[in-house]
């Protein structure tokens, strides 16, 4: 992330915490994805493994992997993404390549999103819905 945004560097390191994600999306006229991740507090490097899903319908085809960097402001929105959750809405664009360009969006609760997109050809306009929430199995016993 740091390579491709040069400014996501200083964002980072004045966060509370962050949240990567690894996925893959699918899209032929019906789009599916899933993925897995970890929420890091940065205060004590705890870690908590969660897991994201997404489903829609589109205009377009492809198989695309990316990841996805959360980075929270404060304790209350790094503590409500990792004990509620959270969904998100529409994306509309296109990536090829491996490495194609990131994006970088900044939310109004100061939650900065970003997308790098890893390899894989997606050419579509989708109309989504991606929920993130907190892996029961994987977080036994933390």
């Not at 949240?19 to 004590?44: E, H, L, P, W």
């Not at 529409?90 to 390549?97: E, R």
């Amino acid at each position: 992330l740091f390579n491709k945004d040069t400014s996501a560097q200083g964002v980072f390191d004045n966060a509370y915490g962050y949240a990567v994600f690894d996925s893959r999306v699918s899209s032929f006229g019906i789009t599916t994805g899933f993925g897995k991740g970890v929420a890091v507090d940065q205060t004590n490097n705890h870690r908590t493994y969660m897991k994201m899903a997404s489903g829609g319908a589109n205009l377009g085809a492809g198989i695309q992997y990316y990841q996805i960097v959360f980075l929270f402001p404060d304790k209350q929105t790094f503590k409500h993404f990792v004990d509620v959750g959270w969904e998100a809405g529409t994306k509309a664009g296109g990536a090829a390549g491996e490495d194609a360009a990131s994006l970088g969006i900044t939310l109004a609760n100061g939650v900065s999103i970003y997308q790098i997109n890893d390899k894989g050809i997606m050419l579509s306009v989708t109309l989504t819905g991606t929920k993130y929430w907190k892996s029961d199995e994987l977080n036994v016993g933390l």
